[in-house]
């Protein structure tokens, strides 16, 4: 790194930000990483296999993993990141941009895989819903081209690649010939606004599959609720917009402005890891609220309805129970009325996409809430249109 200018009057070089980055990252990954043990939890309680949505975001979590990594050991340690230029090692800014160049790439494959997961579960429940499964290919595509864009940008940012990091060596670069055309202030608002703009999307996305249930609106609102919870991630993501474009492109202290940035953009990778889990996580809330991982039937008005709902006797999510048996005691009291279901061969998934076949043997707990809903609102409208008991 060649020679630094005087550092401002007044300017405090013993304070740091370390403590604040590290403490953000680590503490948001370890939320993540419980996240995930309890989906994979929550699916073993119901006997379901694992399936790409789960093993999609078990995969972001390395890259996270690697990311949390690289800024909290390497560009910290070594590099002197989160405390101020002049209170930085001599080869401060060369660590840093090398660890900035590391760190693209696994911020970027952490969020690609994040979203992946999130639409692979929305094709495992809403897959049979024409109106949600082009959009789902089209966000995949989409999610896809970002991602690849991003990875070539940040690789051919500078010619040759290493130039990136290297200009700012003891040196300063002067011994080698590079190009680096790549506005980095653009790039990262580049990185940034499709982002946002594909996590409303993917929120958007269940809205026709959730609305075309035949369920009450404010079981509908209950079940959007439930995947509206990733606005927390849209939240996160234009707080990382704020400080992006806060940012001082043309200071030499990047190892003191730049912190509070990846700060954030740490935590939206981890918050999006938890935001993917919370869908699959029923199971878990059932056991720990009713003892149980399975549900039962909510009662419906008009009358005091129970029974268990079996999805597919085989486990086969592509069946649900749809025949119905009254159950009456002689003396016709009406409280004491239920309903058994018996197996039926209605077909949830009538696709042939290669996802489909792998959903073999499994239930899926959101597809049983649906299925569920839809069952018992034509079950109890038929009892209260037809039945006088």
């Known amino acids: 790194m060649g020679s630094l200018p005087e550092p401002p009057p007044g300017l405090?070089?013993?304070?740091?930000?370390v403590p604040a980055l590290v403490s953000g990252f680590v503490l948001t990954w370890v939320f993540g990483a419980v996240s995930i043990c309890l989906r994979i939890t929550s699916r073993r309680l119901v006997q379901n296999q694992l399936w790409w949505d789960d093993w999609l975001i078990v995969v972001s979590l390395l890259f996270s993993a690697g990311f949390m990594f690289d800024v909290t050991c390497y560009m910290t340690t070594r590099g002197g990141f989160g405390k101020h230029i002049w209170a930085a090692p001599l080869d401060g800014l060369e660590v840093y941009f090398h660890g900035l160049f590391i760190a693209e790439y696994l911020y970027t494959m952490s969020i690609v895989l994040v979203k992946w997961s999130i639409l692979a579960l929305y094709w495992r429940i809403f897959g049979s819903v024409r109106s949600t499964r082009l959009p789902i290919c089209i966000l995949f595509g989409i999610i896809?081209?970002?991602?690849?864009?991003?990875?070539?940008?940040s690789t051919f940012q500078c010619l040759p690649v290493s130039a990136?990091?290297?200009?700012?060596?003891?040196?300063?670069?002067s011994e080698m010939t590079y190009k680096c055309p790549v506005n980095v202030r653009m790039f990262f608002i580049a990185n940034a606004i499709p982002n946002i703009i594909t996590d409303i999307l993917i929120l958007l996305v269940p809205v026709p599959g959730i609305w075309s249930l035949q369920l009450r609106t404010a079981k509908k609102i209950a079940v959007l609720g439930i995947f509206a919870l990733g606005l927390f991630v849209t939240a996160v993501s234009f707080v990382r917009l704020y400080y992006v474009v806060a940012l001082d492109f043309s200071s030499i202290d990047v190892t003191w402005l730049f912190s509070e940035e990846m700060m954030w953009t740490g935590i939206e990778v981890n918050v999006g890891t938890v935001c993917a889990c919370l869908p699959s996580l029923k199971p878990i809330l059932y056991l720990i609220i009713y003892g149980r991982a399975r549900h039962s039937t909510p009662r419906a008005t008009g009358g005091s309805l129970s029974g268990i709902v079996t999805i597919g006797g085989s486990g086969d999510p592509r069946k649900h129970d749809r025949g119905v048996r009254l159950n009456t005691p002689n003396d016709g009291a009406r409280s004491s009325t239920s309903i058994a279901y018996a197996p039926s061969n209605h077909q949830f998934h009538d696709d042939t996409h290669p996802f489909s076949a792998l959903t073999d043997n499994e239930s899926d707990s959101w597809q049983d809430l649906g299925i569920h809903y839809l069952e018992m609102d034509q079950i109890a409208k038929e009892d209260e249109s037809e039945c006088d008991w």
Do not use: H, M, Q, Y
Not at 12 to 17: F, G, I, N, Q, V
Not at 144 to 153: F, T
Not at 164 to 173: A, T, V
């Open 12 to 17: 405090d070089l013993d304070e740091t930000k």
């Open 164 to 173: 990136f990091w290297l200009r700012f060596g003891p040196n300063g670069g």
């Open 144 to 153: 896809s081209a970002w991602g690849i864009a991003v990875i070539l940008v």
